[in-house]
């Protein structure tokens, strides 16, 4: 609704293009109030960082995720399909799709993270100052930073010992599931860095 209401404020004759548009009292009430609208094309205010999901290694892991999902969906849609349709399950299905939602999950965590949607208790930090919250932000990545160096290290040492090993239906490595675990472990490490060089920025100007 948001994204109609700025497309038809451009599209009125004779109404300039402003830098903020004000939208209608019922849109900006209740869970609306704290947030800013911007018109499409319009500069930001300075100090305001907007995150933006366009950038390539953000597409590229977004697109990695829609196919994962895309081929565990159609992998159970096969499994239903042979089952009750043809009457002949197949033996793999289950444990592909099972491999696949894990790849997923594990890549949209980090992914959901890069855009700080995390669920979170952020009624006391939203409150507090710009600088300290900035800082109680890099003190948090930084201790996510150290989890997540013992969940690399962890997670490689758990694949490579199940390398050898065979999975069940599909007879590939074992390791191969497991490896999602340094895989999206070192992705969480960058988006974290990345954060923390943001909050730096804000806690600095502040």
């Known amino acids: 609704m948001i994204g109609i209401y700025l497309q038809m404020e451009k599209m009125v004759p004779g109404t300039p293009l402003q830098q903020k548009s004000t939208p209608p009292t019922w849109l900006i009430e209740g869970p609306f109030s704290d947030?800013?609208?911007?018109?499409?094309?319009?500069e930001a205010d300075p100090g305001t960082e907007t995150v933006t999901q366009n950038s390539e290694h953000s597409?590229?892991?977004?697109?990695?995720?829609?196919?994962?999902?895309?081929?565990?969906m159609s992998i159970i849609c096969l499994q239903i399909f042979c089952r009750f349709i043809l009457n002949n399950a197949l033996s793999w299905p289950e444990e592909a799709a099972r491999f696949l939602m894990?790849?997923?999950?594990?890549?949209?965590?980090g992914y959901a993270l890069r855009y700080r949607e995390h669920?979170?208790?952020?009624?006391f930090v939203d409150r507090l100052p710009a600088g300290l919250a900035a800082g109680l932000s890099i003190l948090l990545h930084l201790f996510i930073i150290g989890f997540l160096g013992?969940?690399?290290?962890?997670?490689?040492?758990?694949?490579?010992?199940?390398?050898?090993l065979k999975t069940?239906?599909?007879?590939?490595?074992?390791?191969?599931?497991?490896f999602i675990i340094p895989t999206s472990g070192v992705l969480f490490v960058l988006v974290s860095i990345r954060i923390i060089i943001e909050d730096f920025e804000k806690w600095r100007s502040k």
């Open 119 to 123: 669920v979170g208790l952020n009624f």
């Open 150 to 164: 013992v969940m690399i290290v962890g997670g490689w040492q758990e694949a490579m010992s199940l390398m050898p």
């Open 102 to 109: 894990v790849w997923s999950l594990f890549l949209a965590a």
């Open 35 to 42: 947030l800013t609208f911007t018109s499409a094309g319009a």
């Open 59 to 72: 597409r590229f892991i977004r697109w990695v995720i829609i196919m994962a999902t895309a081929g565990m």
């Open 168 to 178: 069940g239906a599909l007879r590939i490595s074992r390791a191969i599931p497991y």
